[in-house]
């Protein structure tokens, strides 16, 4: 299942929302549409994936949110990932992530 | 044992006929999903380093991937016409970014040898062997 994505801008806050799955074909368009929209938005201070409905991460898909992390995070952006599946949570958790950033399942 | 078979050209295309091959014929034999689902990155992880590193996304280029279930073991093997690479050997564990690019690197193959129980590399013929195994007890 493709990847489909929808961000929603606020105030301070990003919403998010992905579906399918996120890999390499998918991931590029995550990081280039998260970059417009934080450059649009310069005010956004946390960015909140709801991924209830995100059923696989490859580990481009897990790179690319490393990735947005480092380099969103230095503006002083914070990342929380909600609604993870426990396929998805796994592997997050397998290479880290939830270390490193806020992943909440269930 | 059962054994299932898929013929492929490296194009990241094929990724996610990849996934589904594997999800659909692993179903039956591992009905865990998150443990069905640890296979299956296994071999994307696998198949994509094959098509965009070792065969350069040249469709030209055909690969085979073969699942087989023997006893209680899976047994993962990826036919691959480029030259083999030391997947076994890659340090673990990844630096979540590399300090040369500055981007993340070397995630599959660290989860590639974090779920599976053993990994053999060999070149036969024109083909390198990637050959994965993992227990299912």
Do not use: W
């Not at chain 2, 296979?39 to 696998?46: G, I, S, Y």
């Not at chain 2, 690019?101 to 660290?110: A, E, Q």
């Amino acid at each position: 299942m493709e990847m489909q994505l929808t961000l929603s801008p606020a105030a301070d806050a990003l919403t998010v929302t992905l579906a399918g799955e996120l890999d390499s074909l998918s991931a590029p368009k995550l990081y280039d549409q998260l970059s417009q929209t934080l450059k649009q938005h310069s005010t956004v201070k946390k960015i909140t994936f709801d991924c209830q409905n995100l059923s696989y991460i490859s580990s481009a898909g897990a790179g690319i949110l490393l990735l947005s992390l480092d380099n969103f995070g230095h503006r002083g952006v914070d990342f929380e990932l909600r609604h993870v599946r426990p396929e998805v949570y796994n592997i997050l958790d397998l290479l880290g992530l939830t270390k490193v950033m806020s992943v909440s399942n269930g | 044992m059962a054994k299932y078979a898929l013929d492929f050209s490296a194009t990241p295309d094929n990724l996610p006929i990849i996934r589904h091959f594997v999800q659909e014929h692993l179903a039956s034999h591992v009905p865990d999903p998150v443990r069905r689902n640890q296979f299956t990155v296994a071999v994307e992880e696998l198949c994509a380093n094959s098509i965009i590193h070792g065969n350069h996304s040249d469709p030209a280029q055909k690969l085979r991937l073969e699942l087989r279930i023997q006893g209680q073991q899976l047994h993962i093997y990826l036919y691959d016409p480029a030259p083999p690479y030391a997947l076994h050997k890659y340090p673990m564990p990844p630096q979540l970014l590399r300090k040369d690019t500055n981007r993340p690197g070397g995630l599959g193959i660290y989860l590639i040898r974090q779920l599976m129980d053993k990994i053999i590399v060999r070149r036969r013929g024109e083909k390198s062997i990637y050959h994965l195994v993992k227990n299912l007890t």
